[in-house]
């Protein structure tokens, strides 16, 4: 490979590797803040309109856990990444978009986690998908912090039932809850709610210990908050590019 076709993907590396370090700081400090350990956190990288070789750049720079937002383009963007990876290669898939019932059986044909459960009609389709897929299905239940489930998310009075549905599922495990704070609303408040659910949860559901909230703009909060599993990608990645 020449010198001037190796540049721009040395020079993508390196932006990635300096974008990474600094959300990376960000948690370890947030954390310091909060009296909590980094090693809880898991960093989600969102992946969304950016190309494979992103995500293999990101593994690279020790990222093991990707997300995407589209079937359209998870399917075949992650079928990419596992052409040019080992074939060991440690790399989590979440599926953290809003996902529609026809897709939920596809999703769960290559997802390893699916952060947005938040209606029991996508379980059928999820089970069927895990169970043809061979192995089970790491599920989150999003719920609705602003009332809303127009923009996805089950309501906090729903979120026990929904719970309860998928822990019965399938080939389907419970691993906990996701929220997305409104734009408009604080952060701390949001999570907050998100937290006295996520409890309630666990506590009928031990196994149920996952907390996925906090982006690239309020991370901070989110850890907070209990979070263990944050959504990351303009931070990291920059903004995003138009459409595929």
């Known amino acids: ?30 954390c310091a803040s909060a009296g909590r350990d980094p090693g809880e956190i898991t960093l989600v990288v969102v992946t969304k309109y950016f190309p494979a070789s992103d995500i293999l750049l990101l593994h690279e720079l020790g990222v093991r856990a990707i997300g995407e937002n589209k079937d359209q383009e998870a399917g075949p963007k992650l079928a990419e990444v596992r052409r040019e990876l080992p074939r060991d290669a440690d790399l989590e898939l979440h599926f953290v978009g809003r996902l529609q019932s026809n897709k939920a059986r596809h999703v769960a044909e290559y997802a390893d986690v699916v952060h947005s459960v938040d209606r029991i009609k996508l379980l059928r389709g999820l089970s069927a998908g895990a169970v043809e897929r061979g192995r089970p299905l790491s599920v989150l239940i999003q719920m609705s912090l602003d009332g809303d489930t127009g923009r996805g998310g089950a309501l906090p009075d729903h979120v026990p039932e929904l719970a309860a549905a998928v822990a019965d599922g399938a080939a389907l495990v419970l691993k906990g809850v996701m929220a997305i704070a409104p734009v ?24 149920a210990d996952w907390v996925s ?32």
Do not use: C, K, Y
């Not at 408009?184 to 196994?207: C, I, K, Y």
């Not at 309020?218 to 931070?235: F, Q, S, W, Y």
């Open 184 to 207: 408009e609303a604080d952060p701390d408040e949001s999570f907050a709610v998100l937290q006295e659910v996520a409890s309630g949860v666990r506590a009928l559901h031990p196994g």
């Open 1 to 30: 490979m020449s010198e001037a076709t190796a540049h721009p993907a040395d020079a993508r590396r390196t932006e990635l590797a300096t974008s990474l370090a600094a959300v990376r700081h960000r948690i370890s400090a947030a």
């Open 213 to 244: 909230a906090g982006m690239s703009g309020d991370l901070e909060a989110a850890i907070r908050h209990g979070a263990t599993h944050l959504r990351v990608g303009t931070a990291i990645l920059g903004s995003r590019p138009s459409l595929l």
